[in-house]
């Protein structure tokens, strides 16, 4: 999946670029509308806490970073005292579980309370009072589906396009 950002002038081009999206076969569940704090968006898909703030990109970077850093602890744990095998593997896989949910738990509560680093620099736009349009699409029909909305609404800018899902599984 990518995720394609459109910045829409005003909220009756953001109708018509969600019906566009919803014509497309793009699933409601699959566009977000980031707003001005405080603008009605009627019926439109609001976006939620996931795609207005660092949450998921901080659990899993808390999550690599805690899991690394408790495997060390672990191998520096059962590098001091004499310790047989079993015990010394279980105190890997422990040190290491509890250092990535300690780690993912940590970095997520401080994800939340950071604004999206993708969506940083559309933060004055938004605050002029332009919506800001998230779709995620399969990476196949990225094309297709920008070329359909810019066929119907030929002022929509297409801002960027990224990766919604790390590279690696």
Same mark, same amino acid.
């Given at each position: 999946?990518?995720?394609?950002?459109?910045?829409?002038?005003?909220?009756?081009?953001?109708?018509?670029?969600?019906?566009?999206?919803?014509?497309?076969?793009?699933?409601?569940?699959?566009?977000?509308?980031?707003?001005?704090?405080?603008?009605?968006?009627?019926?439109?898909?609001?976006?939620?806490?996931?795609?207005?703030?660092? %949450?998921?990109?901080?659990? $899993?970077? *808390?999550?690599? !970073?805690?899991? +690394?850093?408790?495997?060390?602890?672990?191998?520096? #744990? @059962?590098?001091?005292?004499?310790?047989?095998?079993?015990?010394?593997?279980?105190?890997?896989?422990?040190?290491?579980?509890?250092?990535?949910?300690?780690?993912?738990?940590?970095?997520?509560?401080?994800?939340?309370?950071?604004?999206?680093?993708?969506?940083?620099? %559309?933060?004055?736009?938004? $605050?002029? *009072?332009?919506? !800001?349009?998230? +779709?995620?699409?399969?990476?196949?029909?990225?094309? #297709? @589906?920008?070329?359909?909305?810019?066929?119907?609404?030929?002022?929509?800018?297409?801002?960027?396009?990224?990766?919604?899902?790390?590279?690696?599984?």
């Amino acid at each position: 999946m990518r995720r394609i950002y459109f910045l829409v002038p005003n909220i009756a081009v953001t109708h018509k670029i969600v019906d566009e999206l919803l014509l497309a076969k793009v699933e409601e569940k699959h566009i977000h509308v980031i707003a001005k704090r405080g603008t009605l968006l009627e019926d439109l898909p609001e976006a939620n806490l996931l795609q207005k703030s660092d %949450f998921i990109p901080a659990v $899993e970077q *808390g999550l690599a !970073l805690g899991g +690394a850093t408790g495997m060390l602890a672990g191998l520096v #744990a @059962i590098a001091l005292p004499p310790a047989s095998t079993v015990i010394a593997g279980g105190i890997l896989l422990g040190s290491g579980l509890a250092g990535a949910g300690i780690g993912a738990w940590v970095s997520g509560m401080v994800g939340m309370s950071v604004g999206n680093r993708r969506t940083k620099e %559309f933060e004055e736009t938004i $605050e002029a *009072g332009e919506f !800001l349009v998230l +779709a995620d699409v399969p990476a196949d029909r990225v094309n #297709a @589906i920008e070329a359909v909305v810019r066929k119907h609404i030929p002022e929509i800018e297409v801002e960027q396009t990224e990766p919604r899902v790390p590279a690696f599984p």
